[in-house]
């Protein structure tokens, strides 16, 4: 019992969960924070093939609808959607396991996709990427090829509809530099191990405990 | 109203409270987050004699008791408190005048003052630090001069009292070094002005009414 840490008493995994709109760059931002801070990216499991340069266990898990629907039957997924022919899920297993190692996991998910977790994992970090302006993700978007100002202003306003809701997220990050971004998301998880959860008193009873054997005087 | 900015438009002065018991090292920690994080430390108001040493200022706000007292019926205060003979207290206009600019305010103070800040001030960020365990915290005991066995229980038991208010608190940080306690406290501000707040969709109705203008190609 002697020489118990406060540190290790209160360390456990955390459930950190990333969306934003279109033009965001949100998976940037996750690529940097999860070389900054170690964090565990989930991997998503889908239905449709795999692109050139994607990699099986490494971008998805590329599998049969067959194994697909299996899994959805056996409760497997934290979250599942079908986006047009195909299907893409969170499996469940990989995540629990590795929160109850310690281990905080990164799923960079879409708004829909987010609420569903969040209904079963109210503990979750529930982050939200904003580009630094309307002018920079109007900028962003005729990057990614819109072309006429009618699809300029489609873009523009999923984008704004999407993020009606944010006030469903925790913290709201804007993406101005990708890097700058990530620290604000490392800071975040930092912050969010130091919170003060439910399990506080029974750490300090723990402490009252050890103190009883203070009355030895070698310790 | 074009190019507004999402990131200027959340900036807001943050009260940032630390209290910790005897042992755990706050004083230390929140000198390394002052010159870390730029946040600007409240100074208190005592009726006390300055020590050699200290400036008027800089260390406390060295007053009479008449003008302390003074400040109490004015309302002048966050908190305030009599320690045997002498008043302490939070001189209230420097707080409220730097968090309207924008400023963050740091409060180091103990658990009975933090308390009442809380009940006028509940969004601000409460943070508890700890020893790293009892052993440390016996250590610490021992080098500020307590001698004997009981001496050392009686200022144990008086730490452990003190952290049963802990749960009113929204972070705990442990100083096991206090270089990394006060990197935790900077991450938690930083944390802090991410969280998302009431006037979110305020933010997001602007954003909506600024896109109303991108129907001009030129922009």
Known sequence: MYGRDFANTMKKGLLFVVS???GAGKGTVCGAFVKRAGISLS???TTRKPRPGETDGEDYYFVSEERFLKTVSDGGFLEYAK???HYYGTPKAPVTTRL???IDVLLEI????ALKVKSEWPDGIFVYILPPSIRELRRRITDRGAET??????RIGESLKEMECIDQYNYCVVNERFEAAANVLTAILTAEHARIGRDIHETIRMYKEETRCYTH???
């Not at 879409?110 to 996709?113: C, V």
């Not at 100002?149 to 489609?154: G, R």
């Open 20 to 22: 934003g709109p279109s």
């Open 43 to 45: 991997i998503s499991m």
């Open 83 to 85: 986006v047009y022919d």
């Open 100 to 102: 109850a190692s310690g």
């Open 110 to 113: 879409d708004t829909q996709g």
């Open 149 to 154: 100002q009618a699809e300029i202003a489609l």
């Open 217 to 219: 005087p070698s310790i």
